[in-house]
């Protein structure tokens, strides 16, 4: 059964006695004895001074003022305890005190006073008609303290209670109205028994679609249990249940109850449609994490508080959790409250509204899952994990961003259904491929080819080399003349055994992906100006963060000044020290679909306006760069070279994957492939894979950027992932993934002298 742990009224009893030493035991270590003892020669001295530490949150100056008499009763580590338990259970941030007389008796003063105290919890807890009594040694003051000296009332057998009721979670939408996250949704569990499938291998097929899992994962899990044995897989939202419903009955069994267990249930909860889809977006709720639980308690919030940890959810906590209803009150250990101490009112969470499309973003990552599991024996034994985005052309929204191995954000509630959550995650935690990074912001690549539409922008742009002069694309190049210190550097066509592509023009270069040209013209930039690529390439974001650090840190790739010819003329085809993410990538070709305009990536639509509440805040288009510099025909050379990569027979590096596939597209695109070799010829390690597109190629809507780390060649690869992404959402037919994908994993070689 699902743990329920939102009860509507949550009750956190903070106990200031119990396990603590009482007032008649001794200290065995005796702490006092290192504090040593103040004295203050007028009663309002000691109060002032005890006050002012408290304020402080010097707790051994606190204990200064105490007497001897009362330290042996209150050794110094129960003292510490007290003020922590109770400060902890109410908050506390300062004390104010109003004094309204002093009478001394003998050797007994009595002070009383009222207190009040701030809190972040209940702003202003009063506690009036105080009394401090202080007794008189050698040359002054001390307190006699008590705990009533924290709260009045608060004797030996009376605790602090807080009283708590949660606040509704504001909802998450996507840019339609549709759910991303839902608070009180229904969420669906699902648990197994293998000998009531028809097939375990059927069932397992289903499941990697149903809950966007790897296959080899689920072998696990099934090999994992006895035939018996019932055993939970996972949770999905109620479309999908209801999308796959019959598939789920008759492939696995799960209307089969003659065992007398319950396979599917569901219960009410934070539901994540697609659980996985999107967390990398929305981020995941859960228990404040230890090593940040004083920040939270000191913003009001408790120790048991569900709060954001990551994501939308973290970086809109102030306004999803909205503000619970909370009292704090003093009750006898019999349970019979005493006095409520103070109160605030609650109020619901606000929603917020995303600009992603999420019926793109369950393609995305269908994509992305379908991908890896066909070719699980293949280039996917060997992935670093993948990334993909899907940008507005016109705005620089984001319509979709995935991060691949996804998980399930509910992992991480302890209301949901997962039993075996802590080694759930513990897995994903250890994961070489770092499934909690978010590896659209966060992780940066060797761009490869793809880096070649801005080495084109800059050499164009600068008058460096015609966009109509002949250049003769060889299969070697030489740029000694350059101060080059490789002696000779391979096209890709080597190692993949074809023909040089022989006389061609910059947009045709672009289209072939001719290294030759491009080396040719980082060592022509070079050697004008040191300076001339990474100037132009600057102005299309590159080098820097894009401004969607709300879902995570994100990484400003690598663009530093060549240092030498030799790394100019790497860089000039994405090798070398060139870094970049993929939501740079995405952000920067987005300025080349719409012709001169870098917008800045925004991910957050609107902050309330929904549900009934009042509209908090509205995100616009924010426009960075709007590239006054770059000649608007130099975008009509890119634009031409780049859509022809999908449909020229002779020189498109991803025809094979568009028009020369068996389902030709009913749409148009443009692209660019990118293969960016991660070691030497001789090392074996897999390139990063990259595919960039706008679409559709006379109009553009969208641009769409996958990688995929160490995998293979970027046509190979990343390119049948955007074709897919594209024939959904444009509801185009589906192309096959190839067929050698499934087959076992075949290196693919490097060319000499690129790196």
């Not at 530490?53 to 007497?67: F, G, H, L, P, Q």
């Not at 997962?418 to 690549?445: G, M, S």
């Not at 288009?621 to 022809?644: A, R, S, T, Y």
Request: glycine share 8%.
């Amino acid at each position: 059964m699902p743990l329920r742990l939102w009860l509507w009224v949550l009750i956190v009893a903070v106990a200031v006695v119990g396990c603590e030493a009482t007032p008649s035991q001794p200290a065995d270590s005796q702490p006092s004895a290192g504090v040593a003892q103040v004295v203050r020669q007028m009663p309002e001295d000691v109060v002032q001074g005890f006050m002012q530490a408290w304020n402080a949150k010097d707790i051994t100056a606190m204990y200064s003022y105490v007497s001897a008499a009362s330290r042996a009763a209150y050794p110094f580590d129960v003292f510490t305890r007290r003020y922590q338990v109770a400060q902890d259970a109410m908050g506390f941030a300062s004390v104010s005190y109003t004094i309204h007389s002093i009478k001394i008796q003998g050797q007994t003063a009595v002070v009383s006073y009222d207190a009040t105290l701030q809190s972040p919890v209940l702003k202003e807890l009063k506690d009036p008609n105080r009394i401090m009594r202080l007794t008189q040694v050698r040359d002054g003051w001390q307190i006699a303290w008590t705990p009533m000296d924290i709260l009045n009332g608060l004797a030996s057998e009376v605790s602090v209670q807080v009283v708590t009721r949660p606040a509704a979670r504001g909802n998450i939408y996507d840019r339609n109205g549709a759910f991303v996250v839902e608070e009180g949704g229904t969420i669906i569990s699902v648990s197994l028994i293998q000998q009531d499938m028809r097939n375990t291998d059927e069932c397992i097929d289903l499941l990697a679609i149903v809950l966007k899992r790897e296959r080899i994962d689920l072998v696990r899990v099934f090999a994992a249990y006895n035939a018996e044995s019932l055993f939970h897989v996972g949770e999905i939202d109620t479309d999908t249940y209801t999308r796959w419903r019959r598939d789920l009955e008759d492939k696995c069994g799960t209307a089969d109850e003659s065992a007398g267990y319950r396979k599917i249930e569901s219960y009410s909860g934070r539901s994540y449609t697609g659980h996985g889809s999107a967390v990398h977006i929305t981020g995941y709720i859960g228990h404040i994490p230890s090593d940040d639980l004083a920040q939270w308690l000191a913003k009001g919030y408790q120790a048991s508080d569900i709060v954001g940890i990551a994501g939308i959810e973290k970086a809109y906590e102030d306004d999803l959790a909205g503000k619970p209803e909370r009292f704090v009150k003093l009750v006898e250990s019999g349970g019979v409250s005493i006095r409520e101490l103070g109160s605030t009112m609650g109020k619901p969470g606000i929603p917020v509204q995303l600009t992603i499309d999420m019926r793109l973003q369950n393609i995305v990552a269908q994509a992305l899952i379908d991908a890896h599991n066909y070719a699980a024996i293949s280039w996917a034994s060997r992935a670093n994990g993948a990334a993909a985005v899907v940008m507005k052309v016109d705005t620089g929204e984001i319509l979709a961003l995935a991060s691949y191995p996804f998980f399930d954000p509910s992992l991480f509630n302890p209301e949901s259904s997962y039993q075996n959550a802590p080694d759930i995650i513990t897995q994903l935690v250890n994961d070489p491929r770092k499934p909690l990074a978010n590896k659209a912001i966060q992780e940066q690549y060797t761009p490869g080819s793809v880096y070649k539409i801005f080495t084109a922008i800059a050499a164009d742009n600068n008058g460096i080399y015609p966009p109509d002069k002949i250049f003769n694309c060889e299969l070697t190049w030489t740029g000694t003349q350059y101060g080059d210190e490789v002696a000779g550097r391979q096209d890709w066509r080597v190692v993949d055994k074809m023909p040089a592509a022989g006389p061609i023009i910059m947009p045709q270069a672009l289209t072939t992906s001719c290294n030759p040209f491009f080396w040719e013209m980082g060592g022509l930039m070079y050697k004008r100006d040191t300076r001339m690529h990474i100037n132009v390439v600057k102005e299309f974001g590159f080098g820097a963060t894009t401004g969607l650090e709300i879902l995570g840190s994100e990484a400003k790739g690598n663009l530093a000044e060549p240092k030498s010819a030799t790394e100019a003329i790497n860089n000039a085809i994405g090798q070398g020290s060139v870094q970049i993410t993929a939501v740079q990538l995405a952000t920067a070709v987005t300025a080349v679909a719409n012709k001169g305009t870098l917008y800045r990536p925004y991910i957050v639509k609107q902050v309330g306006g929904m549900d009934g509440t009042t509209l908090k805040k509205a995100y616009e288009p924010v426009v960075v760069n709007p590239l006054k510099d770059i000649k608007p025909e130099v975008f009509d050379v890119i634009h031409q070279g780049m859509c022809n990569v999908p449909i020229d027979k002779e020189l498109g590096t991803s025809w094979v994957v568009f028009d020369g596939n068996t389902v030709r597209p009913s749409y148009t695109s443009c692209g660019k492939t990118g293969t960016a070799e991660t070691g030497d010829a001789k090392s074996g390690r897999p390139p990063n894979a990259w595919y960039v597109a706008f679409a559709p190629a006379d109009k553009p809507e969208i641009v769409v950027v996958v990688v995929v780390p160490t995998s293979r060649e970027g046509s190979e690869v990343a390119a049948p992932i955007v074709r897919r992404i594209l024939d959904d959402y444009f509801n185009a037919k589906e192309a096959p993934f190839f067929k050698w994908w499934t087959e076992e994993y075949n290196p693919v070689a490097a060319p000499e002298g690129v790196g």
